[in-house]
């Protein structure tokens, strides 16, 4: 006998539909957009150096930064994500300004944090009481839960990068926020951090008994260097580029000890590629945000072309093809939530043909 699949012109059906909502129930059989083929909530966006840098400027000139969260920081807003201060589902990506003469007082949460420094020179930030200054191309982390802090006891102000997790771990519900004491902290502008000391040995690290600079529920999963200097990211991306005759090579800023990413949520990569050259094509689960420390060129992405020079930063959403175009000499800055889609057995990445550009963004 043949059965229909679907029979919803029941006499019945309307007063089902009514009493379903009445006790906060849905059927699955009207959700459309839950099980999409692949993913595809989120478009490729763009804002440029010249808008961020003017009104990070101005907040300086005109915000204190006492305000809420205690912090300078502008975020990127995601226009498909109704108005919440996220960049993807999952990612955090902002400007923060620290003006000469700053200080932004302490503070933890869950989220972890990186900054990438774009400009200025001279901001100390503690970790957990360890002084770390801060330069343009350098990667500092602060991981979940560990107490942090920022000075510019100079006159020149600074502009960062901050990369966080907060989108995703407020979906998970699990934000907790611990303000700091009203005391200043004093501190020793050492030639290193104590991280660097101890675990900035490029394949050297303490035998034994060292205390964790880190301690924290986070402790082991995050990486204990909590520096990434530009010199040594430069580095080895030029041995990389000389010793492969490639024009393109990127690095994944990992744990010393463990190899693994800087947190147990976030990747973070340098992505350097020479003038002429053109990146494979890639479609990756789960987003990411690209921040040009260098150059110009552009980046083709589901066949839409975004062109850049120093100091934009894109989102480029699940599982879109992505690729890389150097009209100078380029370094790209990657952060991404590759780890938590890694550890939710999620994670999946191909390469696929090179895309031709079907539209250029106007802008
Ligand atoms: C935060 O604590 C900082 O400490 C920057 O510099 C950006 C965005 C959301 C929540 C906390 C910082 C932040 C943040």
Redesign the pocket.
């Known amino acids: 006998m043949a059965t229909s699949r679907f029979h919803d012109d029941a006499p019945d059906v309307d007063g089902l539909y009514a009493d379903l909502a009445t006790a906060d129930l849905q059927p699955l059989w009207v959700q459309e957009g839950l099980l999409t083929r692949t993913p595809g909530r989120l478009t490729p966006h763009i804002w440029r150096w010249k808008t961020l840098r003017d009104l990070a400027e101005r907040s300086g000139d005109l915000v204190g930064i006492d305000g809420g969260?205690d912090?300078r920081?502008l975020s990127l807003s995601h226009p498909d994500l109704g108005g919440q201060p996220f960049a993807t589902h999952t990612l955090?990506g902002?400007v923060?300004f620290l003006g000469g003469g700053e200080l932004?007082p302490a503070?933890r949460?869950t989220?972890a944090?990186l900054r990438f420094v774009l400009e200025g020179s001279g901001v100390w930030t503690l970790v957990n009481g360890d002084p770390i200054h801060m330069a343009p191309g350098d990667l500092v982390l602060?991981p979940s839960w560990t107490w942090?802090e920022?000075h510019n006891p100079g006159r020149e102000p600074m502009i960062w990068f901050?990369g966080?997790d907060?989108p995703l771990v407020r979906n998970l519900d699990a934000v907790f926020f611990e303000p700091g004491g009203d005391e200043l902290s004093d501190y020793e502008p050492l030639p290193s951090s104590r991280s660097e000391i101890r675990y900035g040995g490029a394949g050297l690290l303490p035998v034994s008994g060292e205390p964790a600079v880190i301690e924290d529920p986070a402790s082991g999963r995050s990486s204990r260097l909590l520096a990434y200097r530009w010199a040594a990211t430069d580095a080895a991306l030029s041995r990389l580029i000389e010793s492969t005759g490639r024009g393109v090579a990127s690095v994944r800023y990992a744990d010393p000890a463990t190899g693994r990413d800087i947190m147990p949520t976030l990747r973070a990569e340098l992505h350097r590629v020479l003038a002429g050259h053109r990146t494979p094509t890639i479609r990756t689960a789960g987003s990411g945000i690209w921040v040009v420390y260098r150059g110009s060129g552009a980046t083709v992405i589901d066949g839409r072309r975004f062109r850049w020079t120093a100091g934009d930063m894109l989102v480029t959403p699940s599982w879109a093809a992505v690729d890389h175009q150097a009209e100078d000499d380029a370094d790209l800055f990657l952060v991404s939530d590759g780890p938590a889609l890694e550890a939710l057995g999620l994670a999946r990445t191909e390469t696929v043909e090179q895309q031709d550009v079907r539209e250029d963004d106007a802008r």
Request: charged letters at 10%.
């Open positions: 969260g912090r920081v955090w902002a923060q932004a503070h949460h989220p944090a602060t942090h920022h901050d966080l907060v």
